[in-house]
């Protein structure tokens, strides 16, 4: 099962380039920012892994600029669930991003 959370921003830059570039906001909530994209490759990219024991799995990011909407892709490993890692991203989207959050959407395929 994928799980996708997609998040509508106001006016402003890359949601995505903005995350990538609070590692030391991401460390203090137990994430590590494991892989940019390359330059050249559109869209951006943006991987979010979590370094919290017990919480196995990573976040894609990709932002799309012509609807400022952020899409982050649940990919889990070993006996993790979608539910820790979004919870905890989310808890780091609005802790850190509120005031640019229009609408947050969750989807399971």
Same mark, same amino acid.
């Given at each position: 099962?994928?799980?996708?959370? /997609?998040?509508? %921003?106001?006016?402003?830059?890359?949601?995505? =380039?903005?995350?990538?570039? /609070?590692? &030391? =906001?991401?460390?203090? %909530?137990?994430?590590?920012?494991?892989?940019?994209?390359? !330059?050249? &490759?559109?869209?951006?990219?943006?991987?979010?892994?979590?370094?919290?024991?017990?919480?196995?799995?990573?976040?894609?990011?990709?932002?799309?600029?012509?609807?400022?909407?952020?899409? %982050?892709? %649940?990919?889990?490993? &070993?006996?993790?669930?979608?539910? /820790?890692?979004?919870? &905890?991203?989310?808890?780091?989207?609005?802790?850190? !991003?509120?005031?640019?959050?229009?609408?947050?959407?969750?989807? /399971?395929?």
């Amino acid at each position: 099962m994928q799980t996708a959370v /997609q998040v509508i %921003c106001k006016r402003g830059p890359s949601l995505r =380039k903005l995350i990538g570039d /609070q590692y &030391r =906001k991401l460390e203090g %909530c137990n994430f590590t920012a494991a892989a940019i994209r390359k !330059h050249g &490759r559109n869209p951006g990219w943006l991987k979010v892994k979590s370094t919290e024991p017990g919480v196995w799995g990573a976040l894609n990011l990709a932002w799309d600029p012509g609807t400022r909407t952020l899409t %982050c892709r %649940c990919v889990n490993r &070993r006996l993790g669930t979608p539910h /820790q890692i979004i919870g &905890r991203f989310l808890d780091f989207l609005l802790r850190y !991003h509120s005031l640019r959050i229009k609408v947050i959407s969750i989807f /399971q395929a």
